[in-house]
């Protein structure tokens, strides 16, 4: 039995405690926000996603299209567990690697040999994987002796090949993707994009949410067009890109 995940009636509503009155509530309406504004007894709040549901197995390359404030990100963080959703339910089978915050824990004051046991931990890995994509992950971020260095002497490019090399080392059985990432020059760039490509042509899942239709096209076979968080319409990638460019908002 392979990933998969399921979705029911899933949504979320953050509570602004600060905006009760009227005219704060008409402020907040101008602002670039996700999701719906939403008023009950003078409790504002935003509903950020609202009764979405979804069933995804495995070969499933799904992209989340929408503009800003659709959902997307919100979405994502649910399936990454990041943040819980406030109703509906989520069943999630197999391991789940998100790559939204690449170079959440790593540590300043740690070598780069130490951060990638540090990274992959947080990642959910144990030591035997660790060992096993130790030496391909040293390797493909270039570091040379940099490695035995704090993170603190690094450049913020250096920082970031070590964290995509770390984040893209391990095969996950659902991959979720917040818009394509690059990491260092040219010449890495290209190499980042092969070994992101292979990642996702490995995963049993794939998530991936990007304002680049291109790409999605490219990667996906299944599209989910999303709206003030709502689905507007689901089915093959190109039907969905036709949809949210022909669709008026």
């Known amino acids: 039995m392979g990933p998969s995940i399921k979705m029911e009636n899933v949504g979320v509503h953050f509570d602004l405690p600060q905006a009760r009155s009227q005219g704060i509530m008409n402020s907040f309406k101008t602002v670039a926000l996700g999701g719906v504004i939403t008023q009950q007894k003078r409790r504002v709040g935003i509903s950020a996603l609202d009764n979405v549901s979804l069933n995804l197995k495995t070969g499933d390359r799904v992209a989340l299209i929408g503009h800003n404030g659709a959902g997307k990100t919100t979405l994502l963080r649910i399936l990454a567990g990041i943040i819980p959703p406030t109703s509906g339910k989520i069943r999630v089978e197999g391991r789940i690697s998100s790559l939204i915050s690449i170079q959440l824990g790593l540590n300043n004051h740690a070598t780069g040999r130490d951060n990638i046991r540090l990274r992959a931990r947080y990642m959910g890995f144990n030591e035997e994987e660790i060992d096993q994509q130790f030496a ?100 093959d990638i190109d039907e969905a890109i036709k949809f949210n460019r022909t669709t008026e908002y």
């Open 136 to 235: 391909d992950i040293i390797e493909f971020s270039n570091l040379n002796d940099f490695i035995d260095l704090p993170m603190r002497s690094y450049s913020s490019g250096m920082r970031l090949r070590l964290a995509f090399a770390i984040a893209t080392a391990f095969r996950p059985d659902i991959l979720i993707l917040d818009e394509w990432l690059s990491a260092g020059d040219e010449n890495f760039q290209k190499k980042a994009s092969q070994r992101l490509g292979s990642l996702i042509d490995r995963t049993g899942i794939f998530i991936f949410a990007s304002h680049n239709s291109q790409v999605q096209a490219r990667t996906c076979n299944k599209g989910i067009v999303l709206r003030r968080g709502k689905i507007l319409f689901r089915g």
